[in-house]
């Protein structure tokens, strides 16, 4: 299944985890996993401007704001969640798997209000992913199989004769397969112990084992004798009466309509028990991955860039929204941030299609007898064009440490200084229809820049100040 059905999926799982299951993770690792996606991208800043997460209202137009404004926790649930489902419902969804889909989502909304309802304010993300993946081997199968009409009785109301169906057809039961599919994509302790629950589970694993159990219980109605029996477990949980957590489990259902909505995931809410009559049911846009300039997204995330300098977040977070900015709002193809590091230029931070390599590659020599691109850049200050062909000077600072590595396309560079001192530099260029220019976004690239610097001055200005 995740060799033949779930490859890509896997890979950026395995990304997600090495970066946000490290405490010392930083905003711009995630950010550049989820920015190599447009759709991704899209949905994460879909969801984190949603009612669950932006109480606030304000609205979030960079990765790098949703990360600092939801934890890295939330963004890695926020993703694990979007990749799943936006796997398993791709193209037309097999009606099984829409079902088990908007079941997982009621499920991990419900799992996730219980848990807080007892006054946990950490760990609601784990339990929600846990309760949305708890049917992830199931939903797996019918989503890979081809012939559905000849499993009925894996479909059978009997416990019994889908325990036979799974032995013969499977040679394992479903929820083998979410534990395994669970162990080799980490995705936590809490799937893996609701799976199998012990006498001694934690409020985690009881918020999980619930939530899911409501959903299935919430499919005959909220009036059923199935549902009555969960709700009973809901009230001693929580502590409420019967008719208060009947009020509390059915608003959310309104709210897991709402969550699926805000996943793209539309054709869910029909399938999710709610009080609801009415849904506005939103198709997800598909992201052109040609990157085109877009002035109100540059004005937005400019916006983001003064408050987040106001709140004093770190340079790092100041940096890759800048990045953000240029890559995005300008349409700038591939944007890095290279460092001054003696005689050697050292990429850092960096964003776009292909630009993997960088990390390793971007080394450029700017000691004081190499001429490039970069010393002639840093040499004058400020802002440059280079525009290299056959009738211009500049195609004679192309040397073949920069060919090597960023090819032969017209670049921007700007050189940032921070207390009169030269310390890195941005670099942008676009790599598709030849990497062709504009004036307007020289001059976009230009203002970003000098946002970034008068950012830098200020966090500078604070840090001496001790604030």
Known sequence: MTHQNFPILGNVM???????????????????VILKDPNLTSLVLKVANSVQYNLSHSHINTVSRAIVHIGLKGVRAICISSL???TLVHGKPKDRVLKLVAQGIHAATQARNLFQAMGEEDGGEEVFIAALLFNLGEMGFWASDDNPEKHQDLLNDSPEIRREAMAKILGTSFKAITLELARQWHLGEVLEQALYPRDNASLKVKAVVTGERLSRAACYGWQSPQLKKVLKEVADYTGM????????????????????LSYGVAEACPLIPSSLEDFVLEKPSSANKILKSDSHLQLSILRDLSIATQENVSVNTIFQMVLEGMHRGIGLERVCLAFIKGRKLEGKHMLGEGVESWHSNF??????????????????????????DSSSKDNDLYSNDVVKV????????????????????????RSDFGGKLSHEQFESFKHFCSQAQISLNLLSKNKSQGR
């Open 14 to 32: 395995g990304e997600l985890n090495l970066i946000t299951g490290n405490e010392d993770a930083e905003i711009n690792q995630l950010s550049e």
């Open 84 to 86: 799943v489902l936006d």
């Open 241 to 260: 009466s019967m008719s208060a957590a009947l009020k509390k489990i059915k608003e959310g259902g309104d709210e897991a309509a709402e969550v699926a």
């Open 363 to 388: 080394v450029m020599d700017i000691s004081p007898f190499s001429e490039n691109i970069f010393t002639r850049c840093i040499e004058l200050g400020g802002s440059c064009w280079f525009k290299p």
């Open 406 to 429: 960023l090819h032969h396309f017209p670049c921007f560079i700007h050189v940032i200084e921070v207390d009169n001192r030269k310390v890195a530099v941005f670099y942008a260029d």
